[in-house]
């Protein structure tokens, strides 16, 4: 997994928040509820998150953690994922055995 560097993280949450402050200042502000959104999106992105929220508490405990730590607690908020590297990706139903189509028939 690819991970940004602390500089970027900090630069696009600062921003983000900023964002966030100005658009809680004046709801109905178009220009700032995109620009708001925008740095949201931006934030998902580096973080790898599908939401705002989830990824700029992503990049807070991004950039109080070293490397090692964050990917521990990402890993451990995903067991599935951490099982999964510890046995070894699951092998699909099919592979291996011979593949025939139904048209074969």
């Known amino acids: 997994?690819?991970?940004?560097?602390k500089t970027e993280v900090a630069r696009h949450l600062r921003r983000y928040r900023a964002w966030e402050r100005a658009m809680l200042?004046?709801?109905d502000d178009r220009r700032v509820r995109a620009t708001f959104?925008?740095?949201g999106y931006t934030l998902?992105?580096?973080?790898?998150?599908r939401c705002a929220?989830?990824?700029?508490d992503a990049a807070e405990r991004y950039l109080r953690t070293t490397l090692v730590t964050y990917l521990r607690e990402q890993?451990?908020?995903?067991?599935?994922?951490?099982a999964m590297a510890r046995r070894g990706r699951?092998?699909?139903?099919?592979?291996?055995a011979e593949r025939r189509s139904p048209a074969g028939r």
Do not use: Q, T, W
Not at 75 to 82: E, K, Q
């Open 90 to 96: 699951p092998k699909s139903p099919g592979r291996g």
């Open 1 to 5: 997994m690819l991970l940004p560097a």
């Open 44 to 49: 998902c992105v580096l973080m790898g998150k």
């Open 75 to 82: 890993n451990a908020a995903r067991p599935h994922v951490a």
């Open 37 to 39: 959104e925008d740095s």
């Open 53 to 56: 929220r989830e990824a700029a």
């Open 25 to 27: 200042a004046s709801p």
